[in-house]
């Protein structure tokens, strides 16, 4: 199977920039200036896979939660 980013031909660097460690760093260093929930959420979108949040809807698809 073809991962999707590969298939819709994007570049290395939107990949990295669209990858879950990515988002774990973005909401890491948002977690780190405000100590309250971040969450990591999944899209289903191949240009966004992955959004931080830090006020999740109830119907958003949570991946990680940081809470202090």
Known sequence: MINT???LG???KRQQLCSRENAMRVAGR???DHP???SILH????LQPFR???DP???DHIVLE???
Do not use: E, N, Q, Y
């Open 5 to 7: 980013t590969v298939r």
């Open 10 to 12: 994007l570049s290395s």
């Open 30 to 32: 948002i977690f780190d």
């Open 36 to 38: 309250k929930r971040v």
């Open 43 to 46: 899209t289903g979108d191949p």
């Open 52 to 54: 931080v949040s830090t």
């Open 57 to 59: 809807s109830s119907h």
């Open 66 to 68: 940081m809470v202090a």
